[in-house]
T-cell receptor, first 113, second 112 residues
């Protein structure tokens, strides 16, 4: 089944403790991105990647890192999480940057205390 | 980016058609109109998109006004599974990040 998977689905952590949220797609998509969803603010793009080893900042990149060493994986790294990064995170992928349909993962709910 | 305006919520009866409106009066000539929906506790899901002409697919129809300043997503027979937040998004193909700008959306409630 074609899908985008994220792990973990739920995470509670403390300020400053490095964490990684993994994202993987099995559709051989070139383009992948990360969004965060907050009440009243909609979904905002954090980072995106047009292909392996090519990443760029979205609208709200501060406090996040990403890497794209393989086509299928696009992990989101929080080196020193803070409470304002408490949010619902979605990974998305599409065949290419210009593809009209993006596929979203199920989401990761992160709480930073 | 051009903005969209949607009603906060709408209600429908099961098995009846639903028309979800979207206003985008500042749309530019190269903006595509995309619709996504987000079911409870899930990630957004692509529904349909169009540029100028009306579009149909297995999920829905998209009716685009002649001046492109508004559009309507049509669900022909609402089911309980269609209860979701529906987002109308203008996609700027010049956007390097292929970013989708999600606004508040319309929360559709379907009554049995």
């Amino acid at each position: 089944e074609a899908q985008v998977t994220q792990n973990p689905r739920y995470l509670i952590t403390v300020t400053g403790k490095k964490l990684t949220v993994t994202c993987s797609q099995n559709m051989n998509h070139e383009y992948m991105s990360w969004y965060r969803q907050d009440p009243g603010l909609g979904l905002r793009q954090i980072y995106y990647s047009m292909n392996v080893e090519v990443t760029d900042k979205g609208d709200v990149p501060e406090g996040y890192k990403v890497s794209r060493k393989e086509k299928r994986n696009f992990p989101l790294i929080l080196e020193s999480p803070s409470p304002n990064q408490t949010s619902l995170y979605f990974c998305a992928s599409s065949l290419s940057r210009d593809a009209y349909e993006q596929y979203f993962g199920p989401g990761t709910r992160l709480t930073v205390t | 980016d051009a903005k969209t305006t949607q009603p906060n919520s709408m209600e429908s009866n099961e098995e009846e058609p639903v028309h979800l409106p979207c206003n985008h009066s500042t749309i530019s000539g190269t903006d595509y109109i995309h619709w996504y929906r987000q079911l409870p506790s899930q990630g957004p899901e692509y529904v349909i998109h169009g540029l100028t002409s009306n579009v149909n697919n297995r999920m829905a129809s998209l009716a685009i006004a002649e001046d492109r300043k508004s559009s309507t997503l049509i669900l022909h027979r609402a089911t309980l599974r269609d209860a979701a937040v529906y987002y109308c998004i203008l996609r700027d193909w010049g956007n390097a990040g292929n970013m989708l700008t999600f606004g508040g959306g319309t929360r559709l409630m379907v009554k049995p």
